[in-house]
């Protein structure tokens, strides 16, 4: 079965602790995104990725990190500097970012909902 | 100011009715989607639209470019179909990045 997972579905952080989220992809996409949630809110960026060994900022890219060194993987790290990390965090992928409206057409996990006690 | 505005933001109906959510956007788009996000959280995609009309089973998105302004209808619903529903757009300035919608909640009552 292709698609995407994320680890764990649940998670538990202490204040100043720092946390990573995992999301893995078997689709063979190209593109992959982290995304933060909160009530009544959109989807907003954090961080993507076009290729491997490659990734951009979003629009809330502070107290968060992400490496791509392998183009199934794209884990992404909650730092102490996040001041509100309690959100539910989703990752997508796509097989590309250009051209074709259906090349870019992302595909989501299932999400990772992080609660700092 | 947002970009995408959804409405109604909440809507309960009882099961058999159509549903309609409207989705409305400022910026120039090269598509828009619609998808479908249930309690557990996980989203699924149901329609990516750059014109016209798109039907899959009982769902039916629309949208009207000059108007900027799409629908999603579900017919004879059901209480499955509870769930958020998001509206998305693909700005054409950027290709790669989706401006969102808040959601509408849509519960439906057996």
């Known amino acids: 079965d292709g698609g995407i997972t994320q680890s764990p579905k649940y998670l538990f952080r202490k204040e100043g602790q720092n946390v990573t989220l995992s999301c893995e992809q078997n689709?063979?996409?190209?593109?992959m995104y982290w995304y933060r949630q909160d009530p009544g809110q959109g989807l907003r960026l954090i961080y993507y990725?076009?290729?491997?060994?490659?990734?951009q900022k979003g629009d809330i890219a502070e107290g968060y990190s992400v490496s791509r060194e392998k183009k199934e993987s794209f884990p992404l790290t909650v730092t102490s500097a996040q001041k509100n990390p309690t959100a539910f965090y989703l990752c997508?992928?796509?097989?590309?970012?250009?051209?074709?409206?259906?090349?870019?057409?992302?595909?989501f996990g299932p999400g990772t909902r992080l609660t700092v006690l | 100011k947002n970009e995408v505005e959804q409405s109604p933001q909440n809507l309960t109906a009882q099961e058999g009715e159509f549903i309609t959510i409207n989705c409305s956007y400022s910026?120039?788009?090269?598509?828009l989607h619609w998808l479908q996000q249930h309690p557990g959280g996980g989203i699924v995609s149901l329609f990516m639209?750059?014109?016209?009309?798109k039907k899959h089973g009982r769902l039916i998105a629309t949208i009207n470019i000059q108007e900027k302004h799409s629908s999603l209808h579900i017919t004879a619903s059901h209480p499955r179909d509870s769930a958020v529903y998001i509206c998305?757009?693909?700005?054409?300035?950027?290709?790669?990045?989706?401006?969102w919608g808040a959601g509408t909640k849509l519960i439906i009552k057996p």
């Open positions: 997508a992928s796509s097989i590309g970012t250009s051209g074709d409206s259906s090349y870019n057409e992302q595909f």
């Open positions: 689709l063979n996409h190209d593109a």
């Open positions: 990725s076009q290729i491997v060994n490659d990734f």
């Open positions: 910026v120039g788009i090269s598509a």
């Open positions: 639209l750059s014109s016209g009309k």
């Open positions: 998305a757009v693909r700005w054409i300035a950027s290709n790669y990045q989706l401006i």
